[in-house]
């Protein structure tokens, strides 16, 4: 791995961005004026170019931000000037340090090399779980399915943030179960490695003054607190008195100025609530400044397949996601959809292409709600994970679908999972209760079966960027329609019968 020349050059260069960031965010947040602020944005566009360097055509990747930040009443400028003036000073600086130069620019560089040098998926996100206990009980929560015993050991966290920085990885995201109930080992894990940053997945019951103090003091902690709309829809799923406390939580996260946003779960019972203009503007209101939606997953014995929302509430999520970004409108919060933003990551990115999973027993599965694994954090190192039977899958079969509107091996293309799973031979990990492939994607063959057309429809009506680094195979990159078909309506997409699967590779029959 990384050697002791390059350890000390890594500093060295942290250092360096350290100094400037810092100077920059204090001229920033002291700014008198737009004007100013824009100088200063420029700058740090111009350090950041420095350091990435220009396209292998010449051109500079950097000239559209540019321009963007030259107007000082473009939406979205002024919602970064007031992140930046309700942000603490001293968390905003390691903040940026560890998200913006860690992450974005050092480790996405290392990654990408990597990528190359393994012959494996390398992700920018790696998430784990500290414990599966949890003060709460959630309608249809598969998280539920793994029971409360199992915790992972610190030795074990620190082992999966030490080797992931190695490979590049610099992010790190923490679910469970609660994770706040390992708070003590969590903190100690943040202050150890505090080059990194770590996001917590939190219901948020157990933030108080005093953790709120010790994130400030940190300032690589950020936090996404699970909301689902009113007080009614919220507490019909997540229990009585969780919409009283996740006001309190966020009431104190933005008194201390700590930048948060939320982890907001639709289903068919309260999509129309969350995606309510005047509920958006709320959490936006009260601090929080992004957001990931998450479509509902009928993952586990626990699971409610009737929580999953209809095609026509999808089709309407999309549009008003994305009327949120990029519509004429002043909401200060962005949004993410975890299944419906697939074009903009490039489709599936589960099984290392972006991020994996590591529940609390150390399984590593390609996907939070893909509870299969072939390896353990107990007996094998990270790259070992990456480079196991079922991770290879997902490396050589992605993209799933050429139409990223279905990117899921399970929700949308369940007959790929049941070949992965198959062929590979990984195991279940639900330690509670197990689930077979077949129970799992027997629950999403119809909603697969409906959504497709819906899809394949929506997807030729949008005008689509035009992809960049994608991260796939060598032979999909150079042979892309061994991963597209062309439909008869002329819409491109992934069909079962039209293509057959062998330990991840896609190719047409008969080719």
Known sequence: MA?????????????????????????LQGADSDEERTKIYLQLIDMAEKFWGSSPDGTSKFD????????????????INKVLDETNPQYAKKFLLNLGYEAF??????????????????????LFDPTDACNMHCVGCWSGTYGH?????????????TQGKELGTYLYM??????????????????????????????????????????????NITFMLSIEGSPDTNDARRGEGHYDAVMHAMDLLKKYGIVYGTSICYTRQNIEAVTDEKFIRFIADKGARFGFYFHYMPVGQNAVPELMPTVEQREKIIEKIRWVRTGDNDIGFFPMDFQNDGEFVGGCIAGGRNYFHINAQGDAE????????NTNIRDNSILEMLQSPLFKAYHEGQPFNRNHLRPCPMLENPQLL?????????????????????????????????WGPVADRIWANQKHLKAGYQ?????????????????????????????????????????
Do not use: Q
């Open 3 to 27: 050697s002791m020349i390059e350890k000390t050059k890594h500093a060295a260069e942290r250092k360096v961005f350290e100094k400037l960031i810092n100077g920059l965010v204090g001229k």
């Open 64 to 79: 559209f931000v540019r321009e963007y930040v030259k107007n000082p009443e473009n939406r979205w400028v002024k919602f």
């Open 105 to 126: 620019f050092k480790g996405t560089k290392l990654i990408r090399e990597n990528r190359k040098k393994y012959d494996c998926n390398i992700p920018w996100l790696i």
């Open 149 to 161: 015993k199992n915790n992972m050991s610190y030795e074990h966290m620190d082992k999966i943030v």
């Open 174 to 219: 923490m679910t469970g179960g609660e994770p706040l109930v390992r708070k003590k080992d969590i903190l100690r894990l943040a202050e150890e490695h505090n080059d990194c940053m770590f996001a917590i997945f939190d219901n948020s019951t157990l933030i108080d003054e005093e953790l709120c103090e010790k994130v400030v003091e940190l300032g």
């Open 366 to 373: 390609p996907c939070v709600f893909i509870h299969f694994s």
């Open 418 to 450: 049941r070949e992965i799973v198959e062929k590979t031979g990984a195991h279940g990990t639900n330690a509670e209760s197990d689930e077979s492939v077949e129970h799992l994607c027997g629950k999403c063959d119809n909603y697969s079966a409906e």
């Open 471 to 511: 991260n796939y195979t060598i032979e999909k990159v150079e042979n892309p329609e061994l991963a597209a078909f062309e439909h008869s309506d002329g819409t491109v997409g992934l069909r079962p019968e039209d293509l057959e699967f062998k330990y991840g590779k896609v190719a047409k029959k008969n080719a």
